[in-house]
């Protein structure tokens, strides 16, 4: 009997703009969800990694700023639109500003503005996919919320604040996408809801 290639996850977090004091505790958080997924990580602060072969999973934690060169952008998309699986967390949509198709097809929309850190009712608006499934109705929780440039087009909608998307899912040619808006603090990598939520988009992507 031949031995199975244990799938490895590739979680970003390089910044070229603001750097978030919760990413080395998101790293924790997403290492742990991965062993429970029998994933194996590889977690960087170097986008060039991604002109490897090694994984089949990318993560975009907390990342900023305008981080990939020419090769790594073509990489991705080829990564993605082959049948890869790609995730966001929070600032991943303050990134690449300067691609369009990490902002209109990948993520789904860029970061615009946010209040401070606040308490708020997130709208659960998709109750079957993995990463909500596990939710009430109405989510409520603290952290940094989300002002976007546009709705996302050609994304399924998963959760919603302040009346507009916050979390989505999208096929990408043979791909998958997934973004939450949430994880900019510290705590909300402790709360076992929203490691529920990113384990659920883990899995949905790497399906």
């Known amino acids: 009997m031949g031995c199975s290639v244990p799938k490895t996850m590739l979680v970003v977090s390089e910044t070229a703009g603001y750097r978030h004091d919760s990413i080395e505790t998101g790293v924790e958080a997403i290492t742990a969800i991965a062993t429970d997924l029998d994933f194996e990580v590889i977690a960087t ?12 999973v990318v993560v975009f934690l ?20 082959s049948g890869g699986g790609f995730v966001g967390i929070h600032s991943a949509a303050d990134t690449e500003y300067d691609w369009p198709w990490y902002g ?6 860029w970061f615009v503005s946010h209040p401070p850190v606040s308490q708020a ?35 399924t909608v ?32 402790t709360e076992d809801a929203f490691i529920a939520h990113i384990k659920g988009g883990l899995e949905w992507v790497s399906k």
Request: charged content about 20%; proline content about 5%.
């Open 158 to 189: 998963l959760m919603t604040v302040h009346g507009h998307p916050f979390a989505w899912c999208s096929l990408i040619g043979k791909g998958r996408s997934f973004y939450t808006g949430r994880g900019h603090t510290k705590e909300s990598y």
């Open 62 to 81: 907390n990342t900023t700023g305008n981080i990939l060169n020419d090769k790594e952008q073509l990489k991705l998309k080829s990564f993605v639109e």
């Open 104 to 109: 209109e097809t990948l993520l789904g929309a």
């Open 121 to 155: 009712t997130i709208q659960v608006v998709n109750t079957t996919h993995p990463s909500t499934a596990h939710l009430p109705p109405e989510w409520i929780c603290t952290d940094e919320w989300y002002v976007y440039n546009w709705e996302p087009e050609n994304a």
């Open 45 to 56: 602060e170097d986008s060039s990694l991604l002109c490897g072969d090694n994984y089949d």
